[in-house]
């Protein structure tokens, strides 16, 4: 049971685009709890690693022309 009732079910994770209640935020963006593991589990030279990048890249560049 959740004792946080404030209508508040979550956030949109940057990396699956799914609404989901744990995770990290960087910057103004969410990541959820399993695509941050994931990130971390992923190794460097794996193809996802390098999407997961580009993802980040997104929000630093958003960051930055505001
Ligand atoms: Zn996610």
Redesign the pocket.
Known sequence: MSSSAIGKTGET?I??E?N?EKGIHLYTSF??E??EKDMVLTDTNDPKYKYYIERLKMITYKQNIS
Do not use: R
Request: include cysteine; hydrophobic fraction near 20%; charged fraction near 20%.
């Open positions: 994770c990396v699956c799914q989901k990541i959820c399993d695509c």
